[in-house]
């Protein structure tokens, strides 16, 4: 049974800081792309950013420069560092596995809310 188990999130002064954590349960942690994703009231869900098996990370546009993806393999753990948060960061974050080998079935956290204020 694999679990993403999110953690981090809370209210935060625009300026701040908050680092998020996802723990993986199982054996798919390893073989996946890590991801975290956002959704704020009454928008799609998007991503904020990635990190795959190799160590590269990708960013969305919005958050580069101020946040940073890191994963610790021998712990099954993704990070996400935020920096510099502004109000428009207020979102539910999820974290999200997905497996570059088979089984490709993609799995997701509960979600933690970051909420910024001004």
């Known amino acids: 049974q694999v679990q993403l188990v999110e953690s981090g999130g809370g209210l935060v002064q625009a300026g701040g800081s908050l680092t998020l954590s996802c723990a993986a349960s199982?054996?798919?942690?390893?073989?996946?792309?890590m991801g975290w994703y956002r959704q704020a009231p009454g928008k799609q869900r998007e991503l904020v950013a990635y990190v795959n098996t190799g160590v590269n990370t990708n960013y969305a546009d919005s958050v580069k420069g101020r946040f940073t993806i890191s994963r610790d393999n021998a712990k099954n753990t993704v990070y996400l560092r935020m920096n510099s948060l502004k109000p428009e960061d207020t979102a539910v974050y999820y974290c999200n596995a997905d497996p570059s080998t088979w089984p490709y079935n993609t799995y997701w956290g509960q979600g933690t809310q970051v909420t910024v204020s001004s």
């Open positions: 199982g054996s798919i942690f390893s073989r996946s792309t």
